[in-house]
């Protein structure tokens, strides 16, 4: 069954940075698309990030800059390097695959950016 992992969060202070990464299993990784979402208290989630199975990348346009999604086949993981970070980015993230328009979701990774 399909299984997502994702850790790295924390609580880091504006201007900081940080590195989520999400473990998959279950599915063959390297021939899907991945996804970052994230979810902020009381809001609904929202699309974040995207890397293609060729290695393509997509952003959120509040993101854009600050944020680079990676992949790692050999290890089946996709990461999310977070720079700059700002308090509105404050949610937590969540990892995503899509197979015939389901999407499957990690538990989610609690990112706090608050001084």
């Known amino acids: 069954q399909v299984q997502l992992v994702e850790s790295g969060g924390g609580l880091v202070q504006p201007g900081e940075s940080l590195r989520l990464s999400c473990a998959a299993s279950?599915?063959?990784?390297?021939?899907?698309?991945m996804r970052w979402y994230r979810q902020a208290p009381g809001k609904e989630r929202d699309f974040v990030a995207l890397?293609?199975?060729?290695?393509?990348?997509d952003y959120a346009d509040s993101v854009k800059g600050r944020f680079t999604i990676s992949r790692e086949n050999a290890k089946k993981t996709v990461y999310l390097q977070m720079n700059s970070l700002k308090p509105e980015d404050t949610a937590v993230y969540f990892c995503?695959?899509?197979?015939?328009?389901?999407?499957?979701w990690g538990k989610g990774a609690l990112v706090t950016v608050s001084s």
């Open positions: 995503s695959v899509r197979f015939y328009g389901t999407h499957y």
């Open positions: 279950g599915f063959i990784f390297s021939t899907k698309a």
């Open positions: 890397i293609s199975s060729a290695g393509s990348t």
